[in-house]
């Protein structure tokens, strides 16, 4: 009678709780896809699984430590894929869970798996499916559910042809949290990732990489240059009319967004994937870039003034256009002199091209132009409109004066550029500050009028606007002659030359005793790695790349940066040098990493084999550091 009881009492809640069982049963949906659709032999597929959760429940990641929850796990059962490397999954929340009292890692609300298959070389074209199973665990605050398993089943086709660069090997090894895919690096894996969301998120990514790259320091010269330019254009009997304003700045951007795409395609034609990078490093592109800003500064000084030809001028004012004329000339100045910056990107989008897509490079290439050019549409606007204000004369003359000054620091920048590629070591750290210095004295003294130039007239009087000015310059001065002694200048380390380039003073930076230990040799670093048990860490850097500036500059020397990387044997190798040794360093970033972004590091295991990777620059210090502890062996993780 007892047992019956129990049993009738056991049928009751079952029947009371099977209701509230079955909405429980289901917290969970996927959805799959698989990048790319069509492969060929030889190339790696990645099924991508994205997982989304009913609030409240955290499924577990593949990686959980035993003796607690059912780990996450993903198997291809059927199809022409063999599965090749771990699960990809982001980073999980790693956190102590009362069901099983230990620490775990998991994930909630939403999160993106996946799994690499590769293509055997002698599959043969056609259409297959590829099937596979996750299984997984689901928990909340107080329940959890077994381990499910549920089957998927993708569409793939197999074509004939030679493996595609970014789908060899482990090109598309990477970490893929719904939140990273579209997080503004601008790899290979983030474009593939955006072309199979469709041509919203490769447009959102195109303009977030347009956006974001007004923040690299190669961008800031451009805008005196900008504001000089258009104040000249401005000069003249009468104001232009707002509409004739508008015009010209609609031209002026106008010309940068064809002039940029333009010559990004025909530097994919004639040069590759990596011609963007090789066409910013280009010695004699850099001398004439300098030379340009130098004639703009000699002009503004008012020791001669730019004008076009008067015979060229006549045809051209038949058609109303002459005054466009240099305006399209300044277009494509500003797309010769971005370029520097903006390689990264569509340096990565050329990679497109290899594989005989066109298409979606000068679509991304025109909308990462118009995201880059939009602020200075509104730039060139001001200048145009300064020549309404009353009595505008001396003071903007000044202000071009002062706009001359910051060219002749750009030009430098550039002729920078040229002595490093060249290897000549004349202009090195110490004489490019002091150039600088010496430039920014001038102009501080200049605005206290001690210096009078052919278009100044007598100044009576220093009113408030150009003592400050002043003030500002000065004091750049001398924190500029803190740098020139080996102190670190933060951002603006991206422009000079690095540390230790043919100088002696630079090399007493102070807080590090010792330089970290670089090699610039791929083959004998992966030599010292296998004799000492380390990983190697490559850092694929430009000697015209601020942005890698800035990177070995400012983040290297971080103390927890800098302790990280003393752990691996490290090699910088220069893409954008000129001989068969950059050569190499080109094709094997474009062929082992399916990439030509600059800067772009990876670490390997003595043997070559990938085991992260960190495309682009970042002040997300820890994000780097998550990055570096990734590659560490057993015996140092533990000590850390």
């Known amino acids: 009678m007892p047992a019956l009881v129990r049993f009738q009492a056991l049928l009751c809640v079952f029947l009371v709780t099977t209701p509230n069982l079955s909405a429980a049963q289901n917290p969970a949906s996927f959805t799959y896809s698989i990048t790319p659709e069509i492969i060929r032999p030889g190339e790696t597929a990645t099924v991508w699984i994205d997982a989304s959760l009913t609030d ?285 910056c903006t390689a990264p990107f569509i340096g990565t989008l050329l990679v497109l091209t290899t594989q005989g897509t066109w298409a979606w490079p000068i679509l991304g290439m025109l909308v990462f132009s118009l995201a880059f050019v939009l602020p200075f549409f509104f730039l060139s606007l001001f200048p145009q409109r300064l020549g309404e204000l009353p009595k505008s004369g001396a003071w903007l003359n000044s202000a071009k004066v002062v706009m001359g000054f910051l060219e002749l620091a750009a030009a430098l920048k550039f002729l920078s550029n040229v002595d490093l590629v060249w290897q000549w070591g004349i202009l090195n750290r110490e004489i490019f500050i002091a150039m600088w210095i010496a430039i920014f004295l001038l102009c501080g003294i200049y605005l206290l009028g001690k210096i009078r130039l052919p278009n100044d007239s007598p100044l009576e009087k220093v009113g408030p606007g150009r003592l400050l000015a002043t003030v500002g310059f000065f004091t750049l001065s001398f924190i500029l002659l803190a740098g020139l002694f080996g102190a670190p200048l933060g951002e603006l380390e991206a422009f000079f030359p690095p540390y230790g380039y043919h100088g002696s003073v630079a090399q007493l930076r102070s807080g590090n005793a010792q330089e970290l230990a670089w090699n610039d040799d791929y083959q004998a670093a992966l030599q010292k790695a296998a004799a000492t048990g380390q990983n190697v860490f490559i850092d694929f850097t430009g000697y015209a790349c601020t942005n890698c500036r800035c990177m070995e500059a400012n983040i290297f020397p971080e103390p927890e940066i800098r302790g990280l990387l003393e752990n691996y044997v490290l090699v910088h190798l220069y893409t954008d040098g000129q001989g068969p040794v950059y050569e190499e360093n080109r094709m094997l970033q474009q062929t082992k990493f399916g990439t030509v972004t600059l800067p772009f590091y990876a670490i390997l295991t003595p043997e070559g084999e990938e085991l992260a990777r960190f495309p682009g620059m970042t002040r997300d210090r820890e994000r780097l550091q998550k990055f570096l502890q990734k590659g560490l062996t057993g015996s140092i993780r533990t000590q850390l």
């Open 56 to 340: 409240g429940w955290h499924i577990y990641s593949a990686t959980v430590p035993p003796g607690g929850p059912f780990p996450t796990k993903i198997v291809i059962t059927d199809g022409p894929l063999e599965h090749t490397g771990p699960i990809i999954q982001p980073d999980p929340v790693v956190e102590h869970d009362p069901n099983f009292d230990m620490i775990v890692e998991y994930f909630g609300k939403s999160v993106r798996f996946g799994l690499q298959g590769k293509l055997p070389e002698q599959s043969t074209a056609g259409a297959y499916y590829t099937s596979g199973e996750i299984t997984y665990m689901l928990c909340n605050e107080s329940t959890c559910l077994p381990p499910t398993t549920v089957a998927f089943r993708l569409p793939v086709r197999v074509e004939a042809g030679a493996p595609r660069i970014p789908y060899v090997s482990s090109a598309l090894k990477q970490d893929a949290s719904e939140s990273e895919i579209l997080a503004g690096t601008g790899d290979i894996v983030e474009i593939d990732a955006a072309l199979v969301e469709g041509l919203g998120a490769f447009l959102y990514l195109s303009l977030s990489m347009g956006f974001l790259a007004l923040l690299t320091p190669c961008v800031f010269p451009m805008v005196p240059i900008t504001v000089s330019f258009f104040t000249t254009q401005s000069e003249g009997e009468t104001p232009p009319k707002r509409a004739e304003s508008i015009t010209k700045s609609g031209v002026y951007c106008c010309g940068i967004m064809v002039t940029f795409t333009g010559l990004g395609t025909l530097l994919g034609l004639t040069l590759g994937a990596s011609g963007a990078a090789q066409f910013a490093a280009n010695p004699w592109i850099n001398l004439g870039i300098a030379a340009i800003f130098v004639v703009f500064a000699l002009s503004l000084f008012g020791l001669f003034e730019i004008q076009i030809p008067t015979s060229i001028l006549n045809r051209l004012s038949a058609s109303q256009a002459g005054g466009y004329t240099g305006i399209l000339l300044m277009g494509l100045t500003f797309s010769l002199t971005s370029f520097t």
